[in-house]
């Protein structure tokens, strides 16, 4: 995922992000996706607005632009009371969905998520994916990593990786025709 998202170099083959080389494009294929790490990313010691504005200004919006978006923002997560409130005192579902919404703010035409539901109850998980459906509707690629199976389901297509290698890669029907086809 860090390779496609243009933050490591490659040590062999091909691979284009939104129409973009990895090897030769990276900058291009920066401004084009939206990226959600595994690991929490917002600034802790931040506000919930200051998290906004920042990424929304490293994502190059303009001033306008974000505080239209951070506006937008708030209100569809029902954070409005929570605005000046610092991300370290949101519950984690919380800090996850604000992370989704910033990594999204920009309208990349794809966004990277690895593992962006690990730890959170099912009541987030739930609404979580209702955020990553809205934003696939509009015509996001949304590219997950996920070790929950029942998340898997929720995809288009699904690729299973084993020390690196892709062993399967198909829509999810066909995958489990071809598995009982194998028994």
Sequence with gaps: MRMLCGLLKPSSGEARVAG????????????????????????EDLTVKEN????AGIYGLSNQD?????????????????AGMLVSALPLGWKQKLSFSIAVIHDPSIVFLDEPTGGVDPITRRQFWDLIY???A?????????????EAE???RISIMVDGKIKALDTLRRLKSNSAQTR
Excluded: P, W
């Design 66 to 82: 974000i505080r239209e978006k951070t506006a937008a923002l708030l209100q569809r997560l029902g954070m409005e009371k929570e």
């Design 134 to 136: 809205e934003s696939a």
């Design 138 to 150: 509009r015509g996001v690629t949304i590219f997950v990593t996920t070790h929950y199976m029942d």
């Design 154 to 156: 929720y995809c288009n």
């Design 52 to 55: 906004i504005r920042f990424y």
């Design 20 to 43: 973009f080389d990895i090897y030769t494009e990276t900058e291009k294929v920066k401004q084009r996706i939206g990226y959600m790490s595994q690991k929490f990313s917002l600034y």
